[in-house]
């Protein structure tokens, strides 16, 4: 289980980072940290029983429209580090870092948790792999793909009351109450708790990782050097960005919105 929970426990399974010592990270990773570290026990408590009874009430059937394909109606895709490498095996160019950057250190370098999949650049922000309306990877698209419209993680209402959501984009697109039985249900049920758990635990990895990097090679994390430098981007100017995966980061620059991979050989990669 990610966390610390018990107080006799030497270490966290985030590369080298002692219990007794996690209270020395720099704020931002230690405070965000300990939000997803609760909302993973909150996760781990959540009856298995009661998604599959809403998913069975749901009763979603894809009509192949497409429409969740489209980062227009649902943002980027979010990729697991098994996904990552999948997908690298045999389409290296569809991967890019995730567009929403978290931390920026004093010398002007940009932290990203993962990566995601490239839009074709159309106006509805296709995915790269959508060709006439239908997926050319279907029998290796990623984890997230496999499982929508279905999740299950707290996020706050249009009035800000945080609460379990577990359907996304409900009534628009698809067709609903359709038949789905007792066991198909708890099954797509227990992939999705599993789905979300990997989530939560990628990003604790990452905020502790990152945490101790920049702990380790007295690095801070400046707000303004981040405002900055994304606007100098956007301008014609260039950034450069850490992308974690598998305990580890890449390097990428971005050029007025375009994810280019610096990395060249293995041993550029920083581990």
């Known amino acids: 289980m990610i ?5 006799n426990a030497d270490y966290l399974p985030f590369d080298g980072i002692t219990c007794k010592h996690m209270d020395q990270l ?6 965000i940290m300990a939000s997803r570290q609760a909302d993973l026990a909150a996760l781990h408590a959540y009856p298995i029983e009661k998604l599959a009874e809403i998913i069975s009430e749901v009763g979603f059937h894809c009509t192949c429209c497409s429409r969740c394909c489209t980062r227009d109606f649902n943002g980027h895709v979010l990729l697991l580090d098994a996904d990552v490498m999948r997908i690298r095996s045999f389409a ?13 250190d004093q010398n002007g370098m940009y932290y ?8 074709q650049g159309d106006p509805k922000g296709s995915c790269h792999f959508l060709d006439e309306g239908r997926c050319r990877i279907y029998e290796k698209r990623p984890s997230i793909c496999q499982l929508y419209p279905y999740l299950l993680h707290r996020e706050p209402d249009d009035k800000g009351t945080i609460d379990w959501r577990q359907i996304s984009g409900l009534n628009l697109h698809g067709e609903y109450n359709m038949e789905i039985s007792e066991k198909e249900a708890y099954s797509l049920a ?3 708790k599993v789905f979300e758990e990997d989530v939560l635990s990628h990003e604790i990895a990452y905020l502790a990782y990152t945490g101790r990097y920049f702990l380790d090679n007295g690095l801070r994390n400046v707000r303004k050097r981040f405002d900055d430098g994304l606007r100098s981007a956007w301008d ?5 960005v850490m992308v974690f995966l598998n305990s580890g980061y890449d390097r990428w620059m971005i050029r007025e919105g375009i994810p280019i991979q610096k990395q060249k050989t293995a041993s550029d990669r920083i581990s």
């Open 3 to 7: 966390g610390c929970h018990d107080q």
């Open 26 to 31: 720099p704020v931002p990773f230690r405070t």
């Open 92 to 104: 290296p160019g569809s991967l890019e870092p995730v567009p929403v950057l978290d931390f920026c």
């Open 112 to 119: 990203a948790s993962g990566y995601t999949l490239r839009s």
């Open 190 to 192: 227990l992939k999705i």
């Open 236 to 240: 014609g100017g260039v950034i450069e």
